[in-house]
């Protein structure tokens, strides 16, 4: 029956974008110039006035160096405005609506709107989306059928299902049935086969969520890396009463870990910054959390809850981030959204942006979390983040200054993804 499903499932987005797979998809990207403006490259360098991107392909060809008279050549004109790398957004679950698979949509229909929300993100900019957390093989199947050319939308990554223990986070949705977005093991061999059983299916990282012990935790991290696969793991929340999660993943020399739940520590934060383990903080879900919007009810998961049960609330959120930043840890944008989020995710990820922003980082420093420091931390560093000669073509032309005001980031008046113009003022 799953097979039959999954073939149903193909069939329909295949039907659905043949025609578009011909013309825009899979069709040679045209020879872009981009004349005029003001580039903020994602780097540290100082933004540069009327830089002139010649794009070929797929990938940035050179900077400053005029196209010359070649037939072909698109000229767009950028003056008077700014042009980012295309963003990222390193926390996010398109394949399911939360709260829970309480809901009963089928497996089409969520195969379909998950495309639907990758669209909608390239609309805001986002060009690379990873998912950390997959309802069952969803995730694996929406990324084998755009690497075939055959759906557009931000590109996107996936660890599929998230790993975690027997009754572990994301198994506690339906409790009498297996998880659908979550696979539950015991020991650290159970972890090993887990993490094979991804590598199998094609996973692009290891996502793991609380509470593993110490030795579940460095088999995962054992057997991800020996296949050259990045760890990511859920830290805190109502499954690490103890505030042990955050520890036992850095010892084990995870690659990044999620969210802003008490860590355990000044010495747990600077053998982060030791390890050069990156930070996705989803402020903006804390904000809303703190806010009571997850609350199941009056007694669990509310904000009251988590101050008492965790020592968990805005001030002691806020004041562990400016730990990590002033020793030193790399932070990138994760929104934690959700496909309820489809139609608001413009404003749930300038939430995000503007969250780092009263936690204290420049908007300089935000657009490099939202755009190196995410694909250093996704190991795609030496193809996207930044626009360099020989990178991937991933560029926004923005209306306004978003090292002035922070808002301009998400409403593009261009959006280039791998060479091709795929939005143009459709986010407003």
């Given amino acids: 029956m799953r097979e039959i499903t999954v073939i149903a499932v193909l069939c329909l987005l295949l039907a659905g974008h043949v025609c578009a797979a011909e013309t825009d998809v899979t069709a040679s990207p045209a020879r872009l110039f981009i004349e005029g403006g003001t580039l903020v490259d994602g780097t540290e360098s100082q933004p540069a006035e009327n830089p002139g991107i010649l794009i070929e392909g797929e990938r940035i060809h050179s900077l400053g160096t005029p196209p010359g008279a070649e037939p072909g050549t698109r000229r767009i004109s950028a003056d008077g405005k700014w042009v980012l790398p295309g963003l990222f957004d390193l926390h996010v679950h398109v394949t399911f609506i939360l709260p829970g698979p309480r809901r009963l949509d089928d497996d089409i229909v969520n195969a379909i709107r998950s495309e639907r929300f990758l669209e909608r993100y390239q609309e805001i900019g986002v060009t690379t989306v990873r998912d950390v957390g997959a309802r069952e093989w969803i995730g694996y199947s929406l990324k084998r059928t755009q690497r075939a050319g055959l759906m557009g939308g931000a590109r996107y990554y996936t660890s599929g299902p998230i790993i975690t223990v027997t009754g572990g986070h994301g198994s506690e949705f339906q409790p009498l049935h297996p998880p659908l977005w979550a696979v539950e093991a015991s020991g650290p061999w159970a972890m090993r086969a887990r993490v094979r059983e991804a590598i199998k299916l094609e996973a692009d990282l290891i996502k793991v969520a609380p509470f593993l012990t110490r030795e579940e ?212």
């Fill in 217 to 428: 935790m460095a088999a995962v991290v054992d057997e991800a890396h020996t296949y050259h696969l990045r760890v990511t793991a859920h830290i805190g929340g109502t499954h690490d009463l103890d505030k042990q999660s955050g520890r036992i993943a850095v010892e084990a020399g995870v690659d990044s870990t999620e969210h802003m739940y008490p860590y355990g520590g000044a010495d747990v934060i600077n053998a982060m910054v030791e390890k050069g383990i990156y930070v996705i903080p989803t402020l903006g879900f804390h904000l809303r959390e703190l806010n009571d919007e997850y609350a199941v009810n009056a007694e669990k998961q509310s904000a009251r809850w988590l101050a008492e049960n965790l020592g968990h609330t805005y001030e002691t959120m806020m004041d562990q981030f400016r730990e990590m930043k002033a020793a030193g840890v790399r932070f990138a944008v994760g929104t934690d959204s959700n496909v309820k989020d489809l139609a608001t995710i413009d404003k749930l990820y300038l939430q995000e942006l503007q969250a780092f922003r009263t936690a204290g980082m420049s908007n300089r420093e935000i657009i490099q979390a939202a755009t190196l420091q995410a694909a250093e931390a996704m190991g795609l560093d030496d193809d996207l983040g930044s626009i360099e000669a020989g990178k991937r073509a991933d560029l926004i032309v923005l209306g306004a200054d978003p090292l002035q005001d922070i808002k301009a980031m998400v409403y593009p008046e261009l959006v280039i993804q791998d060479g091709r113009i795929v939005c143009c003022g459709s986010a407003h």
